[in-house]
């Protein structure tokens, strides 16, 4: 996702914020920008593309020689890598984001969930906005509650803002300070000699310092050269102890964690939360105005849905398929990408297409997005990647956020398409009014409530699936089994496990198993039940006692408080209770898991396994 770094010390800040935005390049972005503060004004310049064009218009603003440049004297500063959610990929919605005739200056991280809200407010009172992007209300607000204290008017403007970011602001009559604050998202600070650094991540300021603070949820920052003070919400001052960290630049971009893929599984809480905050603001209805998604009479007037994709994002078609047709009672059809570019589909005005793709550029769904167009239905993209040729090969654009995804096997892109087809069969039943608003008010606060749910399932669910991996890891074979949306957890499970762990792997709806897959089961045989809360959990159980009887031994994923599943199992790993519709969500978390434990224990690369690509641009 999104990069900070804010600098205040002794040396030229430009060279130092690029050189840090450098560092923080492999969370992905799409433009860049810093200000500067020298002699009473404040300088910024931004570009599109890779820190060589920040850099590039940092020379050429500088009369085009490479070493004096913009500012070089200023010593204090803040820069920015954008990985655009709101607002499309510019020059403009860059940032630093500045208010009050550039006095104040913002980069901002994460997503302010009532952002519009507070724009309509602010455009109300008179300010002038200069981009599309949700963070610029900050630096409005910063700048409305702007006496002559930053921290004061940062701890004012905290109190109106909801939802997941961090920041840093800078203040023209402050010239020695920088104040940052955040909820949710990271923000750490570094101690120099008679400086100070501010970073969404370590790798920005390693190379200057080992010496931290981290700065915790709620908590503002004042940083100078010589002194950081950190304070709770209200302004009261906190303790906090500098630790010197030991990582090196490798360990700091995985963030702590020994591979890309494992901290993309526990970044899932924050792209579930940016993914679905500020659509889901008003607690009750969902908005999906910001993502150009149709307007209400186009939505209202589908006839049918057709979900496309390929790999993982079909799996999230098939979930999307659940949920419309039990929500918003439409027809859908779900297919891979690469088989319904070659089909001859019949579509017309009334059908609603969604391609699904992660990257935006995989070329079946490319082809089967431009098919289904020139037929004559209307075109989704639902992508993470903003820009991306799908979504200028479509009509509208549903955007996941889950920021970048290193690892090549899809985790956090995965539950924030999920969370995004839920979102689309919800707005589409409220519009077909479908469902009573209270069913809908209520599924909809479930549904704010999933990043919490996540996090506390991340947080705990760790010994249940190494109890798991550690008698099934040699197996040869794995059966995944599940019923409706089961089903797409179990293929989603099944496919995990053949990426990264190389072990062959079969999912079946578990009603079909009776006619070929119980050929396969024998002692040796792990068989992965997805058994959550739904409708027929009663024929999960049968099916897994059928297991059961052929010797094989079942890992089950349960729902807690269940006691019907865990007698029949040599292992119960339980996600927390919701309605069934969302326990697919919690359902894949320890199935990613299951698949990451197996895999490190047989020794293999899980971030590059062989033969696979991220993004497959050719047929
Ligand atoms: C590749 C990746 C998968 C991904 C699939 C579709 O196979 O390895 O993780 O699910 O492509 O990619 P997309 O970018 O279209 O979602």
Aim: glycine share 8%; charged share 25%.
């Amino acid at each position: 996702m999104c990069g900070i770094v804010g600098y205040v010390g002794n040396r030229p800040a430009q060279d130092i914020i690029l050189g840090g935005l450098r560092k923080l390049e492999y969370r992905g972005y799409d433009s860049a920008g810093m200000s500067l503060l020298e002699d009473g004004e404040i300088q910024t310049v931004r570009a599109v593309g890779n820190l060589d064009h920040l850099e590039a218009e940092l020379e050429s603003r500088a009369g085009g020689t490479a070493t004096a440049t913009l500012v070089r004297p200023a010593t204090i500063g803040i820069g920015h890598t954008r990985w655009a959610t709101h607002g499309r990929v510019s020059v403009q919605n860059a940032h630093p984001l500045a208010a009050d005739e550039s006095r104040i200056h913002v980069v901002v991280n994460g997503i302010v969930s009532n952002y519009m809200e507070l724009r309509t407010q602010l455009l109300q009172s008179g300010c002038v906005f200069a981009t599309e992007t949700d963070a610029e209300v900050i630096a409005h607000l910063i700048a409305t509650n702007y006496s002559d204290d930053l921290a004061d008017a940062v701890i004012q403007t905290l109190d109106r803002l909801d939802g997941y970011f961090a920041f840093v602001a800078m203040a023209l009559e402050e010239p020695h300070v920088l104040v940052g604050a955040r909820r949710e998202c990271p923000l750490v600070v570094g101690r120099g000699e008679e400086e100070s650094f501010l970073a969404s991540a370590l790798p920005a300021f390693l190379a200057h310092t080992n010496r931290i603070q981290y700065i915790e949820n709620g908590e503002i920052v004042v940083l100078r050269a010589g002194s950081v003070e950190i304070r709770d919400a209200a302004g009261a001052p906190r303790e906090r102890e500098i630790e010197t960290i030991e990582w090196d630049e490798e360990t700091a971009e995985k963030g702590g964690y020994e591979t890309f893929m494992l901290k993309e599984i526990h970044e899932q809480t924050d792209a579930l939360a940016e993914t679905i905050a500020d659509r889901t603001a008003s607690g009750h209805s969902v908005d999906l105005s910001d993502s150009e998604v149709f307007d209400e009479d186009i939505l209202r007037g589908v006839e049918r849905v057709t979900f496309i994709g390929c790999g993982t994002a079909y799996h999230a078609g098939l979930l999307g398929r659940a949920a419309i047709e039990a929500w918003a009672r439409l027809h859908v059809e779900v297919d891979v990408a690469s088989e319904y570019r070659y089909r001859s589909p019949i579509l017309g005005p009334g059908d609603l297409v969604v391609g699904i793709s992660q990257s935006g550029e995989t070329a079946d769904t490319l082809a089967a997005m431009r098919l289904a167009r020139e037929r004559g239905a209307r075109v989704i993209a639902l992508t993470n990647t903003m820009g991306s040729q799908a979504t200028r090969d479509s009509d509208a654009v549903l955007l996941t956020r889950a920021g970048l995804e290193v690892g090549v096997a899809a985790t956090k892109t995965f539950t924030a398409q999920v969370a995004a087809v839920f979102m689309l069969a919800l707005r589409l039943a409220e519009l077909r009014e479908t469902l009573p608003a209270e069913r809908i008010a209520e599924l909809v606060a479930q549904l704010r409530h999933m990043p919490e749910l996540v996090e506390e399932l991340l947080e705990r669910v760790g010994p249940a699936v190494e109890e798991a991996a550690e008698w099934c890891w040699q197996a040869p074979f794995f059966l995944y089994i599940g019923r409706q949306e089961g089903v797409a957890v179990a293929l989603e499970g099944a496919l995990k496990l053949k990426e990264i762990a190389y072990v062959s792997t079969d999912a079946y709806a578990s009603g079909e198993m009776k006619h070929g897959p119980i050929a396969l089961l024998d002692e040796q045989t792990p068989v992965v039940a997805v058994a959550t809360a739904s409708p027929v959990l009663s024929r999960v159980v049968d099916n897994i006692e059928t297991v059961q009887a052929r010797g094989a031994k079942v890992i089950a994923i349960t729902t807690e408080g269940d006691a019907t599943v865990a007698p029949h199992v040599a292992t119960a790993i339980p996600v927390p209770a919701t309605d069934p519709m969302f326990q697919p969500l919690l359902a894949t978390i320890p199935l990613q898991l299951l698949a990451y434990s197996v895999a490190r224990r047989r020794g293999l690369n899980v971030d590059q396994p062989r033969n696979l690509a991220k993004t497959v641009t050719v047929e």
